[in-house]
């Protein structure tokens, strides 16, 4: 027969696992925006199983290579990245930028290997989903098949986007849209839509909108001197929306 005193450590035990097997996932304030809604707790503890959580990327450290196998999909967790491409002649494009939330990596599913090079803009973290794992996970819980299908198609969205914007519009319009873009990207996370840094430098921006270094400063100080932005250092704000928007066309 078992007595109480035998019984206590079983208990002891059991609260102490189920401490260590907390969801970090669903505790994270980025939950509702990188992973499905509607799982069951059995559902997140098994998924919470297969991510590895980085233990962070210093500013300028590369988290993958272009060309490097394809291993992982990758959620910001903390900080920023870019994406780069290398054209023939050694001048870098840089593709996207990449704030807590969004997934790094989606482009690489088809051709087995990382299709851009990702670094790091700041002090940085990442929550790693070795891709193997994940399908085989997504085999037993159908809506996490369905949010990876949404976010691939949601970057496609943005490659056409990007397309309109670098080939259809003046310069004017391409800074102003671009900060229009991040203003809604920073709101879907719960920060400000009016205030937030730039952490990406003066020339990525230039070469992810197709500009010269020079036009965006150039732009940059005319949105100011025109009352649009207000910039302190790596701060800037949004102080006119709607004529920001209406430059947008």
Do not use: W
Request: proline share 2%; hydrophobic share 35%; charged share 25%.
């Amino acid at each position: 027969m078992v007595g109480t005193k035998d019984i206590k450590p079983l208990i002891d035990d059991i609260a102490r696992l189920e401490h260590e097997h907390q969801l970090e996932c669903q505790d994270c304030s980025l939950y509702r925006l990188c992973l499905p809604l509607g799982l069951h707790r059995d559902d997140l503890v098994q998924l919470d199983k297969i991510i590895k959580r980085s233990q962070g990327y210093d500013k300028g450290q590369t988290l993958f290579n272009l060309k490097d196998d394809f291993i992982s999909l990758y959620v910001v967790r903390s900080g920023s990245f870019k994406t780069t491409i290398s054209a023939s002649d050694g001048r870098e494009q840089v593709t996207s930028f990449y704030f807590p939330g969004e997934f790094i990596g989606l482009d690489a599913i088809h051709m087995d290997s990382y299709q851009s090079k990702a670094v790091a803009l700041e002090s940085s973290s990442v929550c790693e989903l070795p891709f193997d794992n994940l399908q085989d996970l997504g085999s037993e819980l159908p809506r996490l098949q369905v949010q990876l299908l949404t976010r691939v198609s949601k970057e496609l969205s943005g490659d056409k986007s990007l397309m309109l914007l670098l080939g259809k519009k003046t310069s004017d319009e391409k800074l102003a849209t671009y900060l229009l873009s991040l203003s809604k990207r920073f709101k879907d996370r719960g920060f400000s839509a009016k205030e937030f840094q730039l952490t990406m430098s003066r020339s990525d921006i230039a070469n992810h909108l197709g500009l010269a270094v020079e036009t965006v400063s150039r732009l940059f100080s005319r949105f100011q001197d025109n009352g649009l932005i207000a910039i302190k250092g790596k701060t800037i704000s949004l102080t006119d929306v709607e004529k920001m928007q209406a430059l947008c066309g």
